[in-house]
């Protein structure tokens, strides 16, 4: 690619990231509303957290009236120890059958910083032969990825509620996490990217095989999910920007984290010694063009993954680092070690002084963006083990030389 292309790239993402992540968007209320063919009292029993149909789409388990106000629910979604979340909520403002609000005092899951601004409406209206039903959410948002979640799911909700008021059962799911349309979000990504590496053949193929290094990479994380306990994990693709890899449970441990987001790297760091092998074999037996989408498929897994590697704060190094490192000083130094070494790697496979001088301000700049965006949880996470510790790293740096390795040997068969 171009030097303008590939700053055209690089300043899309970075713009993304922010808007996505980062850029402050202040109190901010999303309000959707639907008629419903149901009875306004059938709905209420519904929707009221106390109503004896709240189940209904088996997200609250049970529910219980603590005092004037305040309930306590036990929800479906599995806390850090595999066990129900539960929540604390006080419901304000109620008229029996039509209204309520409800704002989160606490749960066992996230700190109680999370649900500071967060207020919910639940209003109900009879029109003819249905009833109005109108959500509300109101929160403080840092980036619109979260706020955007929030609208779709409860566009998904009031869909979900259609559905059960007319068969009286729930339907699990939906179209967006289906394995099919997670093929489709790749398949739009490739179809993203094919511009930047030219518009013929070569530039489709190029783009497919980085899109599948990315779905190598999120499949790394997932099976560290499953291996940490999670009952389930699940793929995202999001064009343009890669994938998220997303666990059945929050974090229970520092050892966990560090884990999971080195499998990503760590299990392409299987792949890369295979196709460089693979490659080596096509060309001696005279397949150059096999040898050459094999060296492409090598050196692209390489160089996504130690990119990943670098103490960006959200990215795979960065989490990892901070799970292992005892302090701030061995944080910074380590990060800086970790960043030379990546940088070393470019200037020795034939990147410009320039370009890897833009990349070290561009992962800087992604790590100011980024920082302190994650959410915090309830109680702190266990804390990892020296021996652990030991191990990680070992393991960081054993994955880091691979695809270390992987790039130099890709850059000299094909640049």
Not at 292 to 307: C, D, K, R, V
Request: glycine letters at 10%.
């Amino acid at each position: 690619m171009s030097p303008i292309v590939t700053a055209i790239l690089v300043a899309g993402n970075l713009g993304l990231i922010f808007l996505l992540m980062t850029a402050p968007l202040g109190l901010r209320t999303i309000k959707i509303s639907r008629t419903v063919t149901a009875d306004r009292q059938r709905l209420w029993q519904a929707l009221w957290p106390l109503g004896s149909d709240a189940g209904w789409s088996g997200e609250i388990l049970s529910a219980e009236q603590l005092g004037e106000g305040l309930v306590r629910t036990t929800m479906s979604w599995e806390g850090r120890d595999g066990q129900p979340i539960e929540r604390k909520a006080l419901l304000e403002e109620v008229v029996e059958g039509r209204c309520f609000s409800m704002r989160v005092v606490e749960d066992t899951a996230l700190d109680p910083s999370f649900w500071a601004d967060y207020r919910e409406t639940t209003q109900l209206v009879s029109v003819g032969d249905g009833t109005r039903v109108t959500l509300s959410q109101t929160d403080r948002y840092r980036g619109v990825a979260f706020l955007v979640f929030r609208y779709f799911a409860m566009r998904r909700e009031l869909a979900k509620l259609q559905g059960w008021a007319r068969t009286g059962r729930y339907r699990k799911g939906g179209w967006f996490e289906h394995p099919l349309s997670q093929v489709g979000f790749a398949a739009l990504s490739a179809l993203i990217l094919w511009p930047f590496f030219g518009l013929h053949r070569g530039g489709l193929a190029l783009a497919a095989i980085l899109t599948s290094v990315v779905a190598l990479h999120e499949l790394g994380h997932m099976a560290a999910f499953r291996l940490m306990g999670h009952r389930k994990a699940r793929m995202i693709f999001i064009p343009l920007l890669g994938g998220v890899a997303i666990g059945g449970r929050p974090y229970d441990s520092r050892f966990e984290v560090a884990f999971v987001a080195l499998m990503g790297a760590g299990f392409s760091a299987f792949l890369v010694p295979i196709a460089i092998s693979a490659s080596a074999f096509a060309g001696a037996e005279g397949h150059r063009l096999a040898a050459s989408l094999l060296a492409t498929l090598a050196g692209f897994a390489a160089l996504f993954n130690i990119a990943n590697l670098v103490p960006v704060w959200k990215f795979d190094g960065g989490q990892v680092l901070r799970q292992i490192c005892p302090g701030p000083v061995a944080l910074a130094l380590a990060s800086f070690f970790l960043l030379s070494a990546f940088l070393a790697v470019g200037w020795q496979a034939g990147f410009s002084s320039g370009f890897l001088i833009v990349a070290g301000a561009v992962f800087s700049i992604l790590s100011l963006l980024t920082v302190g965006s994650g959410v915090k949880p309830r109680h702190e996470l266990k804390p990892i083990r020296p021996v652990d510790r030991v191990v990680i790293a070992g393991a960081l740096l054993a994955v880091f030389t691979i695809h270390g390795y992987g790039v130099l040997w890709a850059s000299a068969q094909l640049i």
